[in-house]
């Protein structure tokens, strides 16, 4: 996957700096200090720009297909199968 994405799990406002540490295999605190120190360069911008990527940028959980999610252990996620209308009665 080489897009770039947010994330639910490990987010405090939108889950952006969660996101991009996730996609650069960081601790999220490094990327939240190293945005803070970002903000103070630029005065401000930084935060103009994490308001438009949190926008933008879809949710990583959004972007898996159910086939590629995985359980912590290794195991594959199964797919569901179809049940007809007409197997089933109470």
Do not use: C, H, N
């Not at 897009?3 to 650069?24: E, H, N, P, Q, T």
């Not at 935060?47 to 879809?58: A, D, E, H």
Request: hydrophobic content about 45%.
């Amino acid at each position: 996957m080489t897009k770039y994405y947010k994330m639910r799990k490990g987010k405090i406002v939108s889950g952006v700096l969660a996101g991009l540490a996730d996609k650069f295999k960081m601790d999220a605190t490094l990327a939240r200090v190293l945005f803070a120190i970002f903000f103070l360069i630029t005065e401000g911008t930084a935060l103009f720009l994490y308001i438009l990527l949190s926008v933008i940028l879809p949710y990583k959980e959004d972007l898996l297909e159910y086939d590629e999610v995985t359980y912590r252990d290794g195991r594959r996620r199964k797919t569901a199968q179809v049940v007809e209308e007409d197997d089933w009665t109470w």
